[in-house]
């Protein structure tokens, strides 16, 4: 097959900025023009992406970021893209330097000094009749979260969200300076107002909250029957309106901005998420020092990325881990006795995360560890029509690795080599303009990538030409050291709950990949011997860490009327670690009611609302919820082990699968059968 006409790879060092990320680098340059046509426009024409979140790598990364130790910087003027940004950043930054972009309107800013400070202290008042003791303090980071809602008040006491930033909203200077560096914070007293105040029409509250506006362009998730957030915070600490119990459950909140949601690859995440478990942790110390006595911190995200590198080294998950360190420091330096302490007497932290639904996806490769020496992971990724989102496809390897060579061909031709060097990314450019970047970077701790991002296959208004559908032959070759591993992730570019349909998820279409079994069903493991597309190892990218307990999903009535046939218990899309990896599941919680039932009931968008949702996502809140209650009736469990007290383990259990056991399902009174 010969090279089709028209089509040629160029370097393109001018206007690459080192330390942004692939996504935000390609949404911000060549794929800006589709990203623009496909995304709403404030009234006055401005768009999103138009600035950057700035960190000095030569520090800390993460403390840079906790401290507030960065810059804002803005092109001026909705055309500008990577070329304006990197001129106006040699007036604001040097070299050594991280950059985020960040997925907000102009509107989301009071003030954009405010980046140049940290998240400032609010005050707080303790309910009455409040026992210190047991106060357990629940997180959560998600997007559309209904903070007026029934299940997070009580009758009497009003919210039990004690605080929650609204990420993307506009912000507000009303009642004093922003504590907050974008968006809005909201306090408890504050929500319990706004509800008095709407004479019971939760709407009205909402829109007094800003959490509705029809008038503003954008999506508004709570206008929907479900959102993800309110689902996953009712899992997690939702409670009747007259359970005196669960007001010692308090709750911070934070809703991320609605493009880091929609943007699902997750390139857009890791600034958002660092800022919200800051916030998280600032406001459960502020907590702690009006009751004198550090509490406990339960925080739940359910969210996840595929692909990243082994052993915690993604910055969110680096970021965890240096946010929990310093809180215990800060908890230690207040002088507060700790409530349920960790090993050595430190504040306890418990961060939940779900494994990934994307265990059938197609979206993992790898060599598998080999002997010292070349390897060549040779991939068919297909692209599907009428797909107006980016596709993109990372390869990571040993730190040790050398010689790499990448060769891809596209649709219609054969395969060409593309150079790899730091700092020089290749752009594919077409007939009617760029198609395709390919960078390689290493600034996850060192650890090399390699990544390819695609235009979609459908250009919509934009006047470009889009990329060709169909498969795109892409191969990395490298020589490793003995035991290593090159492997390959394809990461999420579908259509995110409640969102208007634009993406077709691009997936691995290697022949030898079997779908289905002998009898027609889905496999749910990897044949032997198994080739290079394989479900093991599609797993949550920010889950590496140490920290972080990590929850799959089963199926309740399988595993509760199916004792014998423990391979019908794990959900078919759980995620699992590869064989190997440094990455364990900790537990699993019920993902689905059965095979034939999906998801699991929990609160709609709206009071008096239940709805089903499934994924590991709605399997981790209930981890959350499994260890607060603990807490607040005086559990304090050390060591990695410590939450299997909490698990069932039924005979013919597959740890690799499922984790050490399997989580009950919840109680009548934590359940939808209270709503």
């Not at 230690?332 to 960790?342: C, F, Q, Y």
């Not at 790899?420 to 990314?425: F, N, R, T």
Request: aromatic fraction near 6%.
């Amino acid at each position: 097959m010969s090279q089709l006409p028209g089509y040629s790879w160029e370097p393109r060092p001018d206007d690459h900025i080192p330390g942004l990320d692939p996504v935000g680098a390609w949404l911000l340059g060549e794929g800006r023009d589709f990203e623009d046509a496909a995304i709403d426009r404030d009234r006055d024409g401005a768009h999103d992406f138009r600035s950057l979140a700035v960190i000095d790598e030569n520090a800390d990364p993460v403390k840079a970021i906790r401290d507030g130790d960065y810059v804002r910087v803005i092109s001026g003027g909705p055309d500008a893209g990577l070329a304006e940004l990197k001129q106006a950043l040699k007036k604001d930054a040097g070299a050594g330097c991280r950059y985020f972009a960040l997925p907000l309107r102009d509107r989301s800013f009071v003030d954009t000094a405010r980046l140049e400070g940290p998240v400032d202290d609010a005050a707080w008042t303790a309910p009455k009749g409040i026992k210190s003791k047991k106060v357990v303090i629940t997180g959560i980071i998600d997007h559309g979260i209904n903070i007026a809602h029934a299940r997070f008040q009580h009758a009497k006491r009003g919210s039990r969200v004690d605080f929650a930033w609204i990420q993307g909203v506009p912000a507000s200077s009303v009642g004093g300076a922003p504590k907050v560096p974008f968006g809005r914070e909201w306090t408890g007293p504050q929500i319990t107002a706004a509800i008095a105040a709407s004479g019971g029409d939760e709407m009205r509250a909402l829109r007094q909250l800003d959490l509705v506006d029809f008038t503003r362009v954008g999506r508004d998730p709570l206008s929907n029957r479900v959102s993800h957030g309110t689902h996953v915070l009712d899992l997690a600490a939702g409670a009747a309106a007259d359970d005196d119990g669960a007001v010692a459950h308090r709750i911070v909140a934070v809703d991320l901005p609605e493009r880091v949601i929609e943007e699902t690859s997750g390139g857009l995440i890791a600034l958002c998420f660092i800022q919200a478990l800051d916030y998280i942790l600032r406001r459960a110390r502020r907590i702690s020092a009006e009751l004198g006595r550090a509490v406990p911190v339960v925080l739940n995200f359910s969210l996840s990325r595929a692909g990243g590198p082994e052993g915690g080294k993604h910055i969110a998950a680096r970021a965890m881990e240096a946010l929990i360190a310093a809180h215990q420091e800060e908890v230690a330096a207040m002088g507060l006795p700790v409530v349920a302490p960790v090993e050595g007497g430190k504040a306890r932290v418990e961060i939940v995360l779900p494994s990934g639904n994307r265990r059938q996806a197609q979206g993992h490769a790898s060599t598998g560890q080999v002997k010292k020496g070349q390897a060549t992971l040779s991939l068919p990724w297909r692209v599907q029509p009428g797909d107006r989102t980016p596709s993109y496809l990372e390869f990571w390897l040993p730190e040790d690795a050398q010689k790499l060579a990448l060769t891809i061909g596209w649709p219609g031709s054969a395969a060409v080599s593309v150079p790899l060097a730091p700092g020089v990314p290749q752009v594919l450019y077409g007939p009617g303009g760029a198609v395709a970047r390919v960078t390689l970077d290493t600034r996850e701790d060192g650890v090399p990538r390699v990544f390819v991002a695609l235009a979609p296959s459908d250009a919509g208004a934009s006047g470009r030409r889009p990329a060709p559908a169909g498969i795109w032959q892409v191969a990395l070759s490298a020589t490793l050291p003995a035991g290593g591993r090159i492997d390959a992730h394809v990461l999420r570019d579908d259509t995110a709950l409640g969102f208007a349909p634009r993406g077709r998820q691009s997936y691995l279409d290697r022949p030898d990949y079997a779908r289905l079994g002998p009898d027609g069903d889905v496999l749910d493991v990897d044949p032997v011997p198994v080739g290079p597309v394989r479900r093991d190892g599609a797993f949550n990218g920010m889950a590496g860490g140490v920290s972080p307990l990590v929850v799959a999903g089963y199926r309740q009535r399988e595993a509760a009327d199916r004792p014998g046939a423990p391979g019908d218990w794990p959900a078919l899309y759980a995620g699992a670690p590869a064989a190997g990896s440094s990455a364990k599941l900790s537990a699993s919680g019920v993902s689905d009611r059965s095979r034939l039932h999906s998801g699991v009931l929990a609160a709609g968008s709206l009071s008096g609302s239940t709805i089903a949702m499934n994924g590991t996502s709605v399997a981790a809140p209930q981890m959350a919820r499994a260890i607060a209650v603990a807490l607040m009736s005086g559990a304090s469990p050390t060591g990695p082990g410590r939450w299997q007290s909490l698990l069932m383990a039924p005979a013919g259990l597959d740890p690799a699968r499922l984790g050490p056991g399997l989580l009950p399902t919840l109680s009548d009174a934590d359940g939808p059968a209270a709503h």
